[in-house]
């Protein structure tokens, strides 16, 4: 899967990136990663695997990877309150 560099003129994102699947950006919600992703991290050679998974969101494509699962940004919040970032450090 594509990695999307935040761009480093952007201070609070250096040294982060987005996950990136066609032209969908995916973002990880804490529902899906231990109630907490603003604390998690991908180290950049980690694998990512996707696969429809009907039971998300009323099924969507999620990518796995690194102990983390992301999903469709435009998918996430509708499954209760929680974290949510696209940004994710390195």
Avoid at 12 to 41: F, S
Avoid at 62 to 72: H, S
Avoid at 76 to 83: A, C, K, L, Q, S
Wanted: proline share 6%.
């Amino acid at each position: 899967m594509p990695r999307v560099a935040a761009d480093d003129r952007v201070l609070e994102d250096r040294g982060t990136t987005a996950i990136q699947r066609g032209p969908l950006v995916y973002c990880l919600e804490g529902i899906d990663n231990g109630g907490h992703v603003l604390d998690r991290t991908l180290a950049i050679h980690a694998t990512l695997t996707h696969h429809f998974d009907p039971a998300v969101a009323g099924g969507v494509e999620v990518i796995r990877g690194g102990g983390l699962t992301a999903i469709p940004y435009y998918a996430w919040n509708n499954r209760g309150r929680g974290e949510m970032t696209v940004w994710i450090p390195q």
